[in-house]
């Protein structure tokens, strides 16, 4: 076999591993779509239907019959305000920590090791404290966890994005008259958009997705999605379609936040790798 056969082979080799690894991958993605569109017979065929015949939107119009919509807005409410939250009080942490080396240099990784936290060591405690302020079942109570989990990480991921910047940049609007907040806020925030956004994308999925502490403090008011999907889990079987629908439903806010910060979001995840 000559050289350029090999090279050939090689390059038909990483094609059918990619292949594979691709469908490997995709597929329960694939799954869960076909299923919230299978008729109730579809559902549970045998051998199992891999595509359907008969689209079927039911699925989809049972969640909004049954508060998916309200669990959505819920989950949008409380992951959005956490990760503000967490974006405006953690830049300003940062940047203390990377411009005045607040605490020298073990508070920052110290305030991430916070992160570290089981949350089974805390959910007692907020239990308690919510319920003494009567917050159970309510937004501020699943945005305060959510921001105290959020926070040392965005501290963390803003820090390192605030020493990539040369500090004579902020000297030179400082020399022209600028404040230390002014070179902050108009300066150095600007700068680090694209980390800001990458650190608010990463704190915004983890308090979507959050399970633990939302079905530990919430019971209906304020149920997000990842407690009110839990709902089509019976003992008297699984609600398969409904499932399907919910999943494409609380997917779809995440990929329309990725797709539109996806330009930020790629140098925000690069910031600082080529010096």
């Excluded at 390059?11 to 490997?24: D, E």
């Excluded at 920052?108 to 805390?122: C, D, E, G, H, K």
């Excluded at 921001?147 to 902020?170: C, D, K, Q, S």
Aim: net charge positive; glycine share 8%.
């Amino acid at each position: 076999m000559s050289i350029r056969q090999r090279k050939v082979a090689v390059q038909i080799l990483r094609y059918v591993v990619a292949g594979v690894t691709l469908v490997v991958f995709l597929f329960p993605v694939y799954w869960v779509f076909i299923t919230a569109f299978k008729s109730g017979n579809e559902l549970y065929a045998s051998p199992p239907i891999w595509v359907p015949t008969d689209f079927s939107l039911r699925h989809f119009a049972r969640v909004v019959e049954t508060g998916g919509l309200e669990a959505i807005t819920n989950s949008l409410i409380v992951a959005g305000s956490a990760t503000l939250l967490a974006l405006l009080i953690g830049s300003f942490a940062a940047y203390g920590l990377a411009r005045y080396r607040v605490g020298g240099d073990n508070l920052p990784f110290y305030v991430l090791s916070q992160r570290f936290m089981p949350p089974v060591a805390v959910i007692f405690p907020f239990i308690l404290f919510f319920k003494t302020l009567k917050w159970m079942d309510s937004y501020q109570a699943l945005i305060i966890v959510y921001l105290t989990f959020n926070l040392p990480y965005a501290v963390w991921m803003m820090r390192g994005f605030f020493m990539e910047i040369p500090r004579e940049i902020e000297e030179s609007a400082l020399v022209d008259g600028c404040s230390p907040f002014g070179a902050f806020w108009r300066i150095a925030l600007p700068l680090v958009t694209p980390g800001l956004v990458a650190t608010g994308v990463f704190c915004f999925i983890f308090a979507w997705t959050e399970f633990f502490f939302a079905v530990s403090l919430t019971k209906s008011n304020a149920m997000p999605v990842s407690v009110y999907i839990v709902n089509f889990f019976g003992n008297l079987g699984v609600q398969w379609g409904q499932i399907g629908a919910m999943s494409i439903m609380s997917v779809l806010p995440l990929f329309f936040l990725s797709f539109i910060v996806q330009r930020y979001l790629v140098r925000g995840l690069t910031l600082g790798a080529v010096k």
